[in-house]
């Protein structure tokens, strides 16, 4: 299983991201996709989520209103966009993955992406 983010970087504040992860070696189409971001010293904490079939999204406060998680299951590829990027964005972000099965849940987590967010 891999989950391979990219599209990370530095950016002026209010610019815009879009982050992008990659997945592998499960099926995509059945997973719950996520964006997780962690900052030193803290717990990691959801950013956004999406259903597998795409029609389900969920954000955090911090989110709502800037960010837009989608998903291509044709690309295996889940995005975040992010918009109006504020100094407190600054952390690594992950991607995550949930596949849930009759009888086990399998979470799979990307080696994350550093968004900078500084004039």
């Known amino acids: 299983v891999q989950l391979v983010e990219s599209g990370g970087g530095l950016v002026q504040p209010g610019g815009s991201l879009r982050l992008s992860c990659a997945a592998s070696?499960?099926?995509?189409?059945?997973?719950?996709m996520s964006w997780y971001r962690q900052a030193p010293g803290k717990e990691r904490e959801m950013v956004a989520t999406?259903?597998?079939?795409?029609?389900?999204?969920k954000y955090a406060d911090s989110a709502k209103g800037r960010f837009t998680i989608s998903r291509d299951n044709a690309k295996n590829t889940v995005y975040l966009q992010m918009n109006a990027l504020k100094p407190d964005d600054t952390v690594v972000y992950y991607c995550?993955?949930?596949?849930?099965?009759?009888?086990?849940?399998?979470?799979?987590w990307g080696q994350g992406t550093q968004v900078t967010v500084s004039s």
């Open positions: 070696g499960f099926t995509f189409s059945s997973a719950g």
């Open positions: 999406v259903s597998s079939s795409g029609g389900i999204t």
């Open positions: 995550h993955a949930i596949e849930i099965a009759a009888t086990r849940v399998d979470n799979y």
